[in-house]
């Protein structure tokens, strides 16, 4: 059990009590979520410090099914304003296992002299507390401090509580209810102006500065979810350039291989130039320039018939076309002779891309077989 949060030192034990508590692992571990177990700790320091009539408990919690746990509890007083004197209401706030994404579960705990009020607008008769703050719980900005504020606002307006030291009517007389809210002394009429109006005003006051708060801690509550919006923003960020840099490191790893063929196919037309740069003389004025060239593999032969044929297609489309314009070719025969054309343009086109492919992995191949044996 902790102490009350009276001093700074009780605080700090309180600090100490509760880093304790939430820290255990194992069959002793409280239930509740790792990823909220900060919060919590936030939430119950937070309340403490505002309201040191509380402390923090662990107590065994019974759920209706009869199902018994160990959870974290704020014991002691809430402070309940009423006709100009400050009443203090023992409440239990239980912390179940789902807090803080729902609500606490909070009951008035009157001592022996005390009886709750019947009927009561937020108070059943088992004491437990309904308030329209509970049921408008909102993960993560509602918290218990501000359930605490709801708490004495909603006693304020009907007291929860009256003491019974006065006799109780007989039974079969019908219930009544007591005269008096707890505790039974009222404020008497008979004060003085000036003490009501500095009670007034030290009233006003406090209520603008705890307004204040709220709203400063709204603030930083809304900033807090700007920056973690940020913060997975930057992560996306952060996926996407590992990404892009992978995808990067791929594409050097493609130029260099392409960069090894052409420096292999540099080479080799560099000693072609040298070998045969004398020889331009010895040639024929006469030579067929279509048989200069030959080639000496089954690869090359196929790869240059194909881009051959795709090239002649192309130049009688182009053919085909000007005649059409020029209206010596008939519509229906120029439609005919492009889809055949096309058709077979396609196949070659397919078959010259499938060769390059094979090439390309010869050569690459070949490349590493040198560097290997180098």
């Given at each position: 059990m902790a102490p009350p949060a009276s001093d700074p030192a009780k605080m700090q034990q309180i600090q100490q009590f509760l880093s304790s508590v939430l820290s255990q692992r194992g069959p002793s571990a409280l239930p509740y979520a790792e990823t909220t177990k900060w919060l919590i700790r936030q939430h119950l320091l937070n309340l403490i410090s505002s309201y040191s009539s509380l402390e923090p408990k662990t107590a065994t919690f019974t759920h209706n099914d009869g199902r018994s746990v160990i959870l974290l509890q704020a014991d002691g007083t809430i402070p309940m304003p009423f006709q100009g004197v400050t009443y203090n209401i023992p409440v239990v706030i239980w912390l179940l296992e789902s807090y803080p994404r729902h609500p606490p579960c909070v009951y008035v705990n009157p001592t022996r002299d005390m009886i709750i009020k019947?009927?009561?607008s937020n108070v059943s008769p088992?004491?437990?507390?309904?308030?329209?703050?509970?049921?408008?719980?909102?993960?993560?900005s509602s918290n218990l401090l501000d359930l605490a504020s709801q708490?004495?606002?909603?006693?304020?307006?009907?007291?929860?509580?009256?003491?019974?030291?006065?006799?109780?009517?007989?039974?079969?007389?019908?219930?009544?209810?007591?005269?008096?809210?707890?505790p039974p002394q009222q404020q008497q009429q008979t004060d003085d102006a000036a003490e009501v109006y500095k009670r007034n005003a030290i009233n006003k006051m406090v209520e603008m500065v705890h307004g204040d708060l709220v709203s400063m801690r709204r603030a930083r509550e809304a900033e807090a979810e700007g920056l973690l919006s940020l913060q997975a923003g930057l992560k996306r960020r952060e996926e996407e350039l590992n990404r892009g840099l992978q995808e990067m490191v791929k594409e050097k790893e493609t130029l260099e291989q392409e960069l090894q063929v052409i420096s292999m196919n540099s080479d080799f037309l560099d000693s072609w130039i040298r070998e045969n740069k004398g020889k331009a003389e010895n040639l024929l004025v006469d030579l067929d320039v279509d048989n200069a060239f030959e080639c000496n593999e089954t690869l090359s032969k196929q790869m240059l018939e194909c881009t051959a044929l795709d090239l002649a297609i192309?130049?009688?489309?182009?053919?085909?076309?000007?005649?059409?314009?020029?209206?010596?070719?008939?519509?229906?025969?120029?439609?005919?002779?492009?889809?055949?054309?096309?058709?077979?343009?396609?196949?070659?086109?397919?078959?010259?891309e499938k060769v390059r492919a094979t090439q390309i992995?010869?050569?690459?191949?070949?490349?590493?077989?040198?560097?290997h044996s180098s």
């Open positions: 019947r009927p009561h088992s004491g437990l507390v309904s308030l329209p703050f509970l049921h408008n719980w909102v993960y993560p708490l004495t606002a909603a006693f304020s307006r009907d007291p929860p509580l009256y003491s019974q030291r006065r006799p109780q009517p007989p039974i079969g007389s019908g219930y009544q209810q007591p005269s008096r809210p707890f192309e130049d009688v489309v182009y053919s085909m076309d000007k005649s059409f314009r020029d209206g010596s070719l008939p519509f229906n025969q120029y439609l005919r002779n492009v889809r055949l054309l096309s058709r077979e343009q396609f196949f070659h086109r397919v078959t010259a992995e010869a050569q690459v191949a070949s490349i590493a077989a040198s560097l």
